[in-house]
């Protein structure tokens, strides 16, 4: 099983569209979360950290369950500057810095 | 708004050459990391850097891999011998102290630099 699994999409949405991207770890211990974004051949930026009790940024709300190891991103009203590759990210904080990331889930948002 | 920086954007070798890549972390930032994302791949940690050492290291940091901060600025990425399919966007990142648990220890990358190995 991939550490952290990702639906690679892509996802064709028009404006306006309502959208939710799902991942899953395979570790039990991990420990903190993120959505990151990344456009073609740029860097990672964060998106957003991922809390346990989920949390909400805008048009962007992040959802963390933990029983099921499973993330959810939504993004509400969706813009043509939201095309892009979303990244889940994972790591065990214990001990472990490293992050662990998702292959990504392409958005593509259409006018 | 302070960021991660790094140099070359764009650096073409020959197999078997050495490479120098150069990162300057955000100021007040301790914790240093290098990742590696092959093209069309997902992003693979290489090596976190902690008080002038290296904290942990994946299976891809072999023995041609060092890191260096030199100075009090910069932090490098040397591959001492070039191959073919260390053709990738190589990342920089820099992180704060971590605060807790639920405070995560948000990692800023930089643009990154291209290697191409020829």
């Known amino acids: 099983r991939k550490e952290v699994e990702q639906d690679p999409g892509p996802f064709n949405v028009p404006e306006g569209a309502t959208v939710a991207f799902n991942c899953t770890y395979s570790?039990?211990?991990?420990?903190?979360f993120f959505w990151y974004r990344q456009d073609c051949r740029k860097e990672p930026k964060l998106l957003m950290s991922?809390?346990?009790s989920g949390n909400e940024d805008g048009r962007f709300t992040a959802q963390l369950n933990r029983a099921s190891q499973y993330i959810s991103l939504l993004i509400r009203d969706s813009k043509l500057s939201d095309s892009a590759t979303y990244l889940c990210?994972?790591?065990?904080?214990?001990?472990?810095?490293?992050?662990?990331f998702g292959s990504g889930t392409r958005l593509q948002v259409q006018p | 708004e302070p960021e991660v920086t790094q140099t070359p954007s764009h650096q073409v070798t020959q197999m078997g050459q050495e490479v120098i890549l150069r990162c300057v972390p955000i100021?007040?930032?301790?914790?240093f990391y290098w990742y590696r994302q092959i093209l069309g791949q997902k992003v693979e940690f290489l090596v976190s850097?902690?008080?002038?050492?290296?904290?942990?290291k994946s299976e891809i940091f072999d023995d041609q891999f060092s890191v260096e901060r030199p100075d009090g600025s910069n932090f490098t990425l040397k591959i001492r011998s070039t191959k073919l399919e260390d053709s990738a966007m190589y990342f920089c990142?820099?992180?704060?102290?971590?605060?807790?648990?639920?405070?995560?220890?948000?990692?800023?990358f930089g643009p990154g630099t291209r290697l191409t190995v020829l």
């Open positions: 991922v809390y346990s």
């Open positions: 990210v994972v790591n065990i904080v214990t001990g472990r810095r490293a992050l662990t």
């Open positions: 100021s007040n930032h301790l914790y």
């Open positions: 850097f902690y008080n002038n050492e290296i904290s942990e």
């Open positions: 990142a820099s992180s704060e102290r971590l605060a807790g648990v639920e405070r995560t220890d948000t990692q800023y």
């Open positions: 570790n039990s211990a991990s420990q903190s």
